[in-house]
């Protein structure tokens, strides 16, 4: 029934390039699996790349034909996107710094702030004219006097390092290229690098970690540490307020291996935790090693050894678990420790001595969720983070013995009108009951009419969480008349581990059921109906996108589904896949791959059914998620009997997981993705 009603609304034409099927049959573990469109995975191969440019022009054609430019849509993201941005100065030593792009450059530029000064240090452009080489990363060492410089081309996230004086710019040393990782040692004369190149990643070949003495030939770097797994990480790095080296080893949730040695020596490095179960990161201030864990805790704790008896035997609680707040952070400060303590999804600061003793709350300066807070312990400043919806983020400052004046420390600017937009919290049930957080964003004065235009986002996994921050360019969809809705749905941090936990492996369907639930919601409240409600979400929220549209076609108008997961059964053999195989399980074993195969979305199209109008976006050197999942479902759907709505591929060839982008490419990228939602929900 639902198919025919689909089949009965009025149809834009789509008519995509033909894809052949050319079936190859597996047995995995005595279940025979055909995939049609295996073919698509090699993106070298001349027919692959032939066929993924027509499908993108063919895209590029709908767009023009059937969602026109919407009236100054194009100028206000132009307006935001290609304007002065300054970062807020980070502090280094006694040392300013801060990455700026000014209007009509292609990429941020590195810049010191010396006497009230910026001085440029390092431009991307000076080396990639085209501006498709952007900075990923920036290292400094302890005295500042030298940094680091990560930049990637076409957002491959494989970086060359440039190491430069940061009071003249000058490059020291020879480029150092194919890494993922790097960091200073404590003497300033050598780094720890983490090497990964093209050929690693797509090979799954463990990442490897070296100390490299700078200005030396890479062929005398020492080989200091590599997992024995793809799947795990591997890392090694210097405390800035101790003599220590932290050595650790483990996957995205356990710390299998932490050990510690005295920096700057050859001294055999001891285990103080391990655990395939919990995880443990340390902080290490003078002669304490603070630890932020969940060993036995879901909801988090920090616990504290001596420097000189490290070992998990004998760490202490300091700040234990509680069942109504999870601990999301802390920072300590001179003779006190801040807290951030996160109550449904509002994080608040608290203050306490150092024996675990509650003193009082931090009050901040005006409304805000707490997202983050800092010690500049050179100057003895406390920076804390406020954010909202309808403001960019505040950053404030205030004295360490103080904490109770704040003075504003940096705001960016921004041509974003949100004067007649309001945000709240709202929890509706799931499927089995359970309470979930959703952030509904609109215009002041809103008909609960069931009319407006709804889009509605979700992520839901690697507990990666949500929490109130600045509507940004989604503003231009509010003040048109849209519902901008976040659903904190489990695989994420609201409510510590569990929530994760219980949105991970064979409880995923979770987090397909909570976004249902949130879609079902809005309905039923009134904001919006199924022909006025779209859906977004990209990587992991791909997944989740590619669940909705094979799970519940019927709920939703419009879809896009971006740089997504979605052959679930192949996604470990790509690629660096292999590092979530503990949030989905491993395809290779029995039990993982049958609980994966309810629920993958390619292996689960349905034939005969009509999914929604859909654009599936991938990025062609995309190094995180390999861009076949998106043409093979999109050839898959195109060619299912029934599909009528138009089901597209929009790649991206020069940047990857949706980093890189020059100012152009993200001011079309943008305008192509607001003008699908608005045109597709009726707004003209």
């Given at each position: 029934?639902?198919?025919?009603?689909?089949?009965?609304?009025?149809?834009?034409?789509?008519?995509?390039?033909?894809?052949?099927?050319?079936?190859?049959?597996?047995?995995?573990?005595?279940?025979?699996?055909?995939?049609?469109?295996?073919?698509?995975?090699?993106?070298?191969?001349?027919?692959?790349?032939?066929?993924?440019?027509?499908?993108?022009?063919?895209?590029?054609?709908?767009?023009?034909?059937?969602?026109?430019?919407?009236?100054?849509?194009?100028?206000?993201?132009?307006?935001?996107?290609?304007?002065?941005?300054?970062?807020?100065?980070?502090?280094?030593?006694?040392?300013?710094?801060?990455?700026?792009?000014?209007?009509?450059?292609?990429?941020?530029?590195?810049?010191?702030?010396?006497?009230?000064?910026?001085?440029?240090?390092?431009?991307?452009?000076?080396?990639?004219?085209?501006?498709?080489?952007?900075?990923t990363g920036i290292a400094y060492t302890e005295n500042a006097a030298v940094a680091g410089i990560g930049l990637q081309s076409k957002g491959a996230e494989i970086s060359t390092?440039?190491?430069?004086?940061?009071?003249?710019?000058?490059?020291?040393?020879?480029?150092?290229?194919?890494?993922?990782?790097?960091?200073?040692?404590?003497?300033?004369?050598?780094?720890?690098?983490?090497?990964?190149?093209?050929?690693?990643?797509?090979?799954?070949?463990?990442?490897?970690?070296?100390?490299?003495?700078?200005?030396?030939?890479?062929?005398?770097?020492?080989?200091?540490?590599?997992?024995?797994?793809?799947?795990?990480?591997?890392?090694?790095?210097?405390?800035?307020?101790?003599?220590?080296?932290?050595?650790?080893?483990?996957?995205?949730?356990?710390?299998?291996?932490?050990?510690?040695?005295?920096?700057?020596?050859?001294?055999?490095?001891?285990?103080?935790?391990?655990?395939?179960?919990?995880?443990?990161?340390?902080?290490?201030?003078?002669?304490?090693?603070?630890?932020?864990?969940?060993?036995?805790?879901?909801?988090?704790?920090?616990?504290?050894?001596?420097?000189?008896?490290?070992?998990?035997?004998?760490?202490?609680?300091?700040?234990?678990?509680?069942?109504?707040?999870?601990?999301?952070?802390?920072?300590?400060?001179?003779?006190?420790?801040?807290?951030?303590?996160?109550?449904?999804?509002?994080?608040?600061?608290?203050?306490?001595?150092?024996?675990?003793?509650?003193?009082?709350?931090?009050?901040?300066?005006?409304?805000?969720?707490?997202?983050?807070?800092?010690?500049?312990?050179?100057?003895?400043?406390?920076?804390?983070?406020?954010?909202?919806?309808?403001?960019?983020?505040?950053?404030?400052?205030?004295?360490?013995?103080?904490?109770?004046?704040?003075?504003?420390?940096?705001?960016?600017?921004?041509?974003?009108?949100?004067?007649?937009?309001?945000?709240?919290?709202?929890?509706?049930?799931?499927?089995?009951?359970?309470?979930?957080?959703?952030?509904?964003?609109?215009?002041?004065?809103?008909?609960?009419?069931?009319?407006?235009?709804?889009?509605?986002?979700?992520?839901?996994?690697?507990?990666?969480?949500?929490?109130?921050?600045?509507?940004?360019?989604?503003?231009?969809?509010?003040?048109?008349?849209?519902?901008?809705?976040?659903?904190?749905?489990?695989?994420?941090?609201?409510?510590?581990?569990?929530?994760?936990?219980?949105?991970?492996?064979?409880?995923?369907?979770?987090?397909?059921?909570?976004?249902?639930?949130?879609?079902?919601?809005?309905?039923?409240?009134?904001?919006?109906?199924?022909?006025?409600?779209?859906?977004?979400?990209?990587?992991?929220?791909?997944?989740?996108?590619?669940?909705?549209?094979?799970?519940?076609?019927?709920?939703?108008?419009?879809?896009?589904?971006?740089?997504?997961?979605?052959?679930?059964?192949?996604?470990?053999?790509?690629?660096?896949?292999?590092?979530?195989?503990?949030?989905?399980?491993?395809?290779?074993?029995?039990?993982?791959?049958?609980?994966?195969?309810?629920?993958?979305?390619?292996?689960?199209?349905?034939?005969?059914?009509?999914?929604?109008?859909?654009?599936?976006?991938?990025?062609?050197?995309?190094?995180?998620?390999?861009?076949?999942?998106?043409?093979?479902?999109?050839?898959?759907?195109?060619?299912?009997?029934?599909q009528i709505s138009p089901f597209m591929l929009y790649m991206d060839y020069d940047s990857g997981h949706g980093s890189g982008k020059s100012t152009e490419q993200a001011i079309?990228?943008?305008?192509?993705?607001?003008?699908?939602?608005?045109?597709?929900?009726?707004?003209?």
């Amino acid at each position: 029934m639902i198919t025919m009603l689909h089949a009965q609304a009025p149809q834009k034409k789509f008519t995509p390039p033909a894809t052949q099927a050319q079936p190859v049959t597996h047995n995995v573990h005595g279940t025979l699996l055909t995939d049609p469109y295996e073919w698509l995975e090699d993106k070298t191969k001349p027919e692959v790349v032939s066929w993924t440019r027509s499908q993108h022009d063919a895209t590029l054609e709908y767009l023009d034909k059937h969602c026109p430019p919407i009236a100054g849509l194009k100028e206000e993201i132009a307006a935001y996107i290609n304007r002065d941005i300054e970062s807020a100065p980070a502090l280094v030593a006694d040392r300013q710094f801060l990455t700026i792009k000014k209007q009509g450059e292609k990429q941020s530029k590195f810049y010191t702030r010396i006497n009230g000064k910026n001085i440029l240090l390092f431009d991307p452009e000076k080396i990639d004219p085209s501006g498709k080489s952007s900075i990923t990363g920036i290292a400094y060492t302890e005295n500042a006097a030298v940094a680091g410089i990560g930049l990637q081309s076409k957002g491959a996230e494989i970086s060359t390092y440039y190491i430069i004086d940061t009071k003249t710019g000058k490059q020291l040393y020879k480029p150092i290229e194919g890494l993922r990782g790097f960091s200073f040692t404590k003497d300033g004369k050598h780094a720890y690098i983490t090497v990964g190149t093209k050929e690693m990643l797509e090979k799954q070949i463990p990442l490897k970690t070296y100390l490299h003495r700078l200005g030396a030939d890479r062929s005398t770097d020492k080989f200091l540490i590599a997992p024995a797994d793809a799947k795990n990480f591997a890392s090694v790095y210097d405390t800035r307020y101790s003599d220590q080296t932290f050595i650790s080893e483990g996957d995205f949730y356990a710390t299998h291996s932490l050990k510690m040695r005295k920096a700057g020596t050859e001294d055999a490095a001891v285990e103080i935790y391990s655990s395939r179960k919990y995880q443990a990161r340390p902080d290490a201030i003078g002669d304490k090693i603070y630890f932020y864990t969940n060993h036995e805790a879901p909801n988090y704790k920090i616990m504290v050894a001596d420097k000189a008896n490290p070992k998990f035997e004998q760490w202490k609680p300091l700040i234990p678990e509680r069942k109504d707040v999870v601990i999301s952070g802390f920072e300590v400060l001179d003779d006190k420790i801040a807290i951030l303590e996160k109550k449904d999804v509002i994080t608040s600061a608290m203050l306490y001595d150092m024996q675990g003793n509650f003193i009082r709350k931090i009050e901040t300066p005006e409304f805000g969720n707490v997202s983050s807070l800092y010690m500049h312990r050179e100057s003895g400043t406390v920076f804390m983070t406020l954010s909202t919806f309808t403001s960019t983020t505040k950053i404030f400052k205030s004295n360490v013995k103080d904490l109770q004046k704040w003075e504003l420390f940096y705001q960016a600017k921004v041509p974003v009108n949100t004067e007649q937009i309001e945000g709240k919290i709202v929890f509706y049930p799931s499927k089995d009951g359970t309470k979930v957080p959703l952030f509904v964003i609109h215009k002041k004065g809103i008909e609960l009419n069931g009319q407006n235009p709804t889009l509605l986002y979700g992520y839901g996994g690697f507990q990666i969480g949500i929490s109130p921050s600045f509507v940004g360019l989604n503003a231009s969809f509010i003040n048109r008349g849209g519902v901008y809705a976040i659903a904190g749905i489990r695989g994420g941090d609201e409510y510590g581990e569990q929530w994760h936990l219980d949105g991970m492996l064979n409880k995923k369907q979770n987090c397909f059921d909570d976004f249902i639930a949130a879609a079902e919601y809005l309905i039923a409240e009134k904001y919006t109906q199924r022909e006025k409600l779209a859906v977004y979400g990209g990587s992991n929220g791909g997944l989740l996108i590619g669940a909705m549209l094979t799970q519940r076609p019927d709920l939703f108008k419009a879809a896009v589904c971006a740089v997504p997961l979605l052959d679930m059964v192949r996604f470990h053999k790509f690629l660096i896949a292999r590092y979530w195989i503990p949030e989905y399980g491993d395809p290779d074993k029995a039990d993982d791959f049958y609980n994966i195969l309810k629920y993958s979305p390619y292996h689960n199209i349905r034939t005969g059914v009509n999914m929604p109008t859909t654009m599936v976006t991938a990025g062609e050197n995309d190094t995180r998620v390999d861009p076949l999942h998106a043409k093979k479902f999109v050839a898959a759907v195109q060619n299912n009997v029934g599909q009528i709505s138009p089901f597209m591929l929009y790649m991206d060839y020069d940047s990857g997981h949706g980093s890189g982008k020059s100012t152009e490419q993200a001011i079309a990228q943008q305008d192509h993705f607001w003008r699908f939602i608005m045109n597709e929900l009726g707004m003209k």
